[in-house]
């Protein structure tokens, strides 16, 4: 058996195609037309907020958050140093600074304490990551922002369906953006997102800024070819729009899949709670701690294996590849080590927390196409490996 992290990531069902087959033959227009609207209308019901815009992926709603945000040049915006690189460039654009922040040490995600630390009279943005399927402590952060007059961004890439107390991830902030990449829960067709706005003011900054800000003239042209088709104008002073729209087969095809969105999560809920029951005899190997009242959806299977005997993460992830042929990661080295951030003047940063799960962080092989035998194979594999290296 082999397992690793290529290969197609999503299983749509014979129903979802035909909605697919069907939308792509009676789509019309092509882009941002009717299924646009219902995606949007039923991505809002499902989070039970309003201001919900479909994107072209996650990076660009990104974007436009990060224009929406006001930041610009000389402001600072914080940032977990412990994510995937999108959740962070699209600010260094604004020509802003970016400011690293650490994690918890037990539920891995940006640290409150760590945010208080950084905050100086530059702060305008805190950018926070519910990475894996988990949220940060939202309750706590949205404290902070507003003693302190922040605007707050929430990356749920990883988190669609994640709660707090029975509040879905991406209803706490004042945006928040989804990815519907081809490796995450719901996908269109390999690309796709979303943008989520509180204001209502700022909301209807989007459709012009996430379209070229392309409008309909302000008034009745007596021809409708005079003066032209339509009309390009400013959303925001001094802000150029972009191009970011989500097809109309795509929105289709997002609506479908939402649907059994979160029978997919329950699955891998059950899944990781097994393997984490499973594994409850081996405390080297340790889990993102869930605190009372989070929902954790488990986008991914994330550990942090320290041996006792000074083994590593390297020699867990040498057994499992090389004697069972399976194929753990290490997720995200922190931010500030790649030269991206580096030769952009952001390679600076105390995250002593970053740094260590970074050094000792495993990543299973995680996604809902994988058999139940070969998820058991995982376990009795994991199970394998760290008895080996507890006897070595
Ligand atoms: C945490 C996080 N933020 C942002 C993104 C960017 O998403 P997209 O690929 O839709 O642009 C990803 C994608 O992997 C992600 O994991």
Redesign the pocket.
């Known amino acids: 058996m082999v397992i690793n992290w290529s290969g197609k990531s999503f299983d749509y069902t014979e129903k979802e195609l035909a909605v697919l087959v069907e939308s792509a033959r009676t789509a019309d227009p092509m882009t941002q037309g009717r299924y646009l609207e219902q995606f949007e209308e039923d991505f809002s019901a499902y989070l039970g907020i309003k201001n919900c815009f479909a994107v072209a992926?996650?990076?660009?709603a990104?974007d436009i958050a990060a224009i929406l945000s006001g930041l610009k040049q000389g402001d600072e915006v914080i940032i977990p140093a412990h994510?995937?690189c999108?959740?962070a460039y699209p600010f260094g654009r604004t020509g802003a600074n970016i400011v690293w922040a650490d994690i918890e040490s037990d539920t891995r995600l940006i640290s409150r304490a760590s945010i208080e630390k950084l905050i100086t009279d530059k702060t305008k943005v805190i950018v926070v990551?519910h990475?894996y399927g988990l949220m940060a402590d939202m309750d706590a952060i949205i404290e902070i922002a507003k003693k302190h007059d922040l605007f707050v961004i929430e990356?749920c890439?990883?988190s669609i369906g994640a709660e707090l107390n029975g509040k879905k991830s991406g209803t706490f902030g004042d945006c928040a953006?989804f990815?519907?990449?081809g490796?995450?829960s719901l996908t269109t067709l390999g690309?796709?997102?979303c943008l989520v706005v509180k204001s209502d003011a700022l909301a209807r900054k989007v459709p012009g800024l996430r379209h070229h800000g392309a409008r309909p003239f302000p008034y009745k042209r007596e021809q409708y070819w005079i003066p032209a088709m339509g009309d390009v104008d400013v959303d925001l002073d001094g802000v150029w729009p972009i191009n970011s729209c989500l097809g109309e087969p795509q929105c289709a095809l997002g609506s479908a899949v939402l649907k059994r969105l979160d029978s997919m999560n329950n699955k891998r809920i059950d899944r990781a709670h097994r393997f984490k029951e499973e594994l409850k005899d081996f405390p080297e190997l340790t889990f993102q701690t869930v605190k009372n009242g989070f929902k954790h959806v488990y986008h991914l299977l994330t550990a942090k294996y320290e041996g006792t005997n000074g083994k590593t993460n390297d020699d867990l992830i040498k057994i499992l590849f090389y004697e069972h042929n399976i194929k753990v990661i290490v997720q995200y080295y922190p931010l500030y080590r790649y030269p991206l951030f580096q030769k952009m003047g952001f390679g600076m940063a105390n995250c002593p927390n970053t740094d260590n799960y970074y050094d000792n962080m495993v990543s299973f092989p995680f996604h809902l196409w994988m058999s139940d035998e070969e998820f058991d194979y995982m376990i009795s594999c994991t199970k394998k490996a760290l008895k080996k290296l507890k006897e070595e």
Do not use: P
């Open positions: 992926n996650a990076t660009s990104l994510t995937f999108a959740s990551v990475l990356d890439a990883q953006i990815s519907f990449h490796q995450k690309e796709g997102g």
